[in-house]
Nanobody, 122 residues
């Protein structure tokens, strides 16, 4: 099993910043088996890909809507990934989920965290 625990959400004004964290653990978790990503789901919308990172070489991938504003990073020693969110917009309001993907396809498969709410006030 794989456990993902997110933290760092909250309420912020438009233009502000937040940093999300996701700590991975579990009997079957290993950095070689799972790539890590962030998704989000706003009310009455489908869950969408936000960003992803490779444990091995640090390659990063972003949705067009967050490029230049969000940065995904990792700490291999802590099995933790981060999502630094700057210049937040009202439309970034959503529940953000950490994802451990065994396929590196970013298709929304694998394990999920419980989600953390990000609310951006306009």
């Amino acid at each position: 099993q794989v456990q993902l625990v997110e933290s760092g959400g909250g309420l912020v004004q438009a233009g502000g910043s937040l940093r999300l964290s996701c700590a991975a653990s579990g009997r079957t978790f290993s950095r070689s088996r799972y790539a890590m990503g962030w998704f989000r789901q706003a009310p009455v919308k489908e869950r969408e890909f936000v960003a992803a990172i490779s444990w091995s070489d640090g390659s990063t991938y972003y949705a067009d809507s967050v490029k230049g504003r969000f940065t995904i990073s990792k700490d291999n020693a802590k099995n933790t990934v981060y999502l630094q969110m700057n210049a937040l917009k009202f439309e970034d309001t959503a529940v953000y989920y950490c994802n451990a993907d065994p396929t590196s396809s970013w298709a929304g498969v694998g394990y999920w965290g419980q989600g953390t709410q990000v609310t951006v006030s306009s």
